[in-house]
């Protein structure tokens, strides 16, 4: 199994991160399925708004709702996210690589992307995810042993989808001849 995170302190330094190098792979020819997110601070509110963008081509859903400014605890719209859920999963089907922008607190409950994770994984497809440090314990429950930890390095976190994305084919190839 393929599964490897990435965390970096500071708000939306991770996701800026894993859109990175979801252009990066992309660039280089790699089928992506997956999200990436995006952040849009608002001058008149404490809250951004978040935007998922479906890889590998869209749409792009806001996953955010607007509260107002005096709103206090999380903003998520639950069911933009499920929506958000059923695009990735419709596509996992020719990805070769799945990038998940956050194991955030549904995905700490079971829910959000842990199912798509579980399926992409169970496919022998490697899983490239962000982890906030809030939810890295609830991650590494989900992930026992079966994943690594990448140091924030755009090259390194790259070459590793890249490699794992080589190692898979050659695994499906090889269990065709036997």
């Not at 992506?32 to 749409?59: E, F, W």
């Not at 806001?62 to 859920?85: F, H, K, M, P, Y």
């Not at 989808?161 to 499906?172: F, P």
Request: proline residues 3%; hydrophobic residues 40%.
């Amino acid at each position: 199994m393929k599964l490897a995170y990435v965390s970096l302190q500071g708000r939306g330094r991770t996701d800026a991160l894993i859109a990175e190098v979801a252009a990066r792979l992309q660039a280089q020819g790699a089928r992506l399925a997956g999200t990436v997110q995006s952040n849009h601070d608002r001058p008149d509110r404490r809250k951004c708004d978040m935007d998922l963008s479906v890889l590998p081509d869209g749409p792009t859903l806001r996953i955010s709702e607007d509260r107002g400014d005096l709103a206090r605890g999380c903003t998520l719209d639950s069911g933009a996210l499920e929506q958000t859920v059923h695009e990735v999963q419709m596509r996992l089907d020719g990805a070769e690589i799945l990038i998940v922008n956050k194991f955030g607190k549904r995905e700490g409950e079971g829910k959000g992307l842990v199912p798509v994770i579980a399926e992409a994984l169970g496919r022998g497809m490697p899983v490239l995810v962000g982890v906030n440090g809030l939810n890295l314990a609830a991650f590494l429950a989900f992930a026992g042993d079966e994943t690594v930890g990448l140091r924030a390095d755009l090259d390194c976190i790259a070459d590793w989808c890249l490699a794992s994305r080589s190692l898979a084919a050659d695994n499906l190839e090889n269990a065709g001849t036997l």
